[in-house]
């Protein structure tokens, strides 16, 4: 339903309401959509498997940046399976710990993107020929999760 008012005063100094509205009636129950196959992949994708080689990869006292690496740019998953990923890093629980997977000795429960920000982002120049900086990184890795670097 939606209404609408309207107020003014007429010559005589009248106060002059006027209300108006529309009603759009539904039919009790709506035809549902068919599954797609982007939806049925994405609700069997197995985030918590990534989620937990993700955790194990930046909780090392060395991160473990192949495994970062491969996850976001050679293991093939779109970006709604990265997204997915990052949903289970920054809500669930780890299995193996029984704790977040954020929940790291000298980390204050950091996202997943901010954790990556943290780890990669740097200001000096690559030290890694013909491959990005770390900042190019972090920024690939952030907008694959549908954030925008403020770097």
Same mark, same amino acid.
């Given at each position: 339903?939606? *209404? #609408? +008012?309207? !107020?003014?005063?007429?010559?005589d ?6 209300? &108006?509205? !529309?009603? !759009?009636?539904?039919?009790?129950? *709506?035809?549902?959509?068919?599954? #797609?196959q #982007? ?13 937990? %080689? /993700?955790?194990?990869?930046? $909780?090392?006292? @060395? ?6 690496? &491969?996850? =976001? =740019?050679?293991?093939?998953?779109? %970006?709604? +399976?990265?997204?997915?990923? +990052?949903? +289970? =890093?920054?809500?669930?629980?780890s299995?193996?710990?029984?704790? &977040? ?5 000298? %980390? ?7 954790? /990556? ?5 740097? &200001?000096?120049k690559s030290? %890694? ?5 770390? @900042?190019? /990184? ?6 694959? /999760?549908? $954030?925008t670097? #403020?770097?």
């Amino acid at each position: 339903m939606v *209404v #609408t +008012e309207e !107020q003014d005063i007429d010559a005589d100094g009248k106060w002059v309401t006027k209300i &108006s509205g !529309q009603m !759009q009636l539904f039919p009790d129950e *709506v035809a549902q959509k068919p599954p #797609t196959q #982007t939806s049925i992949d994405l609700a069997n994708f197995d985030a918590v498997t990534h989620a937990e %080689r /993700l955790r194990v990869a930046l $909780h090392s006292f @060395n991160d473990d940046e192949a495994t970062i690496e &491969s996850i =976001f =740019f050679d293991e093939g998953f779109s %970006r709604l +399976e990265l997204q997915k990923i +990052e949903y +289970e =890093f920054n809500t669930g629980t780890s299995e193996t710990t029984g704790k &977040s997977y954020m929940d790291a000795p000298g %980390r204050s429960m950091m996202k997943l993107h901010e954790w /990556l920000e943290d780890d990669y982002r740097y &200001s000096g120049k690559s030290d %890694r020929a013909g491959k990005p900086t770390g @900042n190019e /990184l972090a920024a690939k890795m952030y907008e694959l /999760l549908g $954030h925008t670097p #403020t770097w």
